[in-house]
C-alpha cells in the first residue's frame, strides 16, 4: 500500500469475492472503474474504515497461467481524474511477475 492512507490500509482484508477487485479476480481481467463509490460493486467498508474515498479505481487479476492468485488495485490517479493505458500494461505487468514469483513458493 503506497499513499496517503497507507498506513490504515495495511492489514485490511475483504472477501474474495466481493467488490471491483472481487469481479476482477473471477473475470481474470481488469476494470476501470470511474466514480466508483457509486458503484453498487464498490466495497465501501474499506473506505469508511480508512477514512478515504476511493473516485476511480483499476483492478488488474494477478495471473500465473490462468490461475488468479490475487488482484491488485490502483486508486485515484494522481494530477488526474482516470488511468491512462500504460497504468494498465504496467499494472498487468508487476501482476504477472507478482504471481509468478508467489506461485514459486
Known sequence: A???RATAL???TMPRDEGIAGLAATRGTGLLVREAS????HYGRLDREVEYHTR???A???LHG????????????FG???FA???RRAAERVGHHLASRIAMN
Not at 457509486?38 to 460493486?41: A, I
Open 2 to 4: 503506497r499513499g496517503p
Open 10 to 12: 495495511v492489514g485490511q
Open 38 to 41: 457509486r458503484s453498487e460493486l
Open 56 to 58: 476511480t479505481l483499476l
Open 60 to 62: 488488474v487479476p494477478m
Open 66 to 77: 490462468t490461475t488468479v492468485i490475487g488482484v491488485i488495485e490502483l486508486l485515484n490517479p
Open 80 to 82: 488526474s481524474v482516470d
Open 85 to 87: 493505458d500504460w497504468h
